[in-house]
Nanobody, 115 residues
């Protein structure tokens, strides 16, 4: 069984920064792709950023240049550094991990950006 626990969300003013963390625990070793999704009220969940086991990254256009995804393979942890936050970044952010052809989700962490 694999568990994902996110942390780091909160309330921040526009232009501010937050760093999200997601730790994968349980029977997991060297997960494949790790990523962050978000879901705003009334909208579909969307991919924000993803990072492969080899460190290749991809971002949704709206966050390019502002967000940075990284991972620590020794700790089975993925991070999302979010800078220059905008009110439209307000959403619940979910961690997602692919391991042995299965996908796992965290419980989500709220990010609220005030104008």
């Amino acid at each position: 069984q694999v568990q994902l626990v996110e942390s780091g969300g909160g309330l921040v003013q526009a232009g501010g920064s937050l760093r999200l963390s997601c730790v994968a625990s349980g029977t997991i070793f060297s997960p494949n792709t790790m990523g962050w999704y978000r879901q705003a009220p009334g909208k579909q969940r969307e991919l924000v950023a993803i990072i492969s086991s080899g460190g290749i990254t991809n971002y949704v256009d709206s966050v390019k240049g502002r967000f940075t995804i990284s991972r620590d393979n020794a700790k089975n942890t993925v991070y999302l550094q979010m800078n220059s936050l905008k009110p439209e970044d307000t959403a619940v952010y979910y961690c997602n991990v692919e391991y042995r052809f299965r996908y796992y989700w965290g419980q989500g962490t709220q990010v609220t950006v005030s104008s």
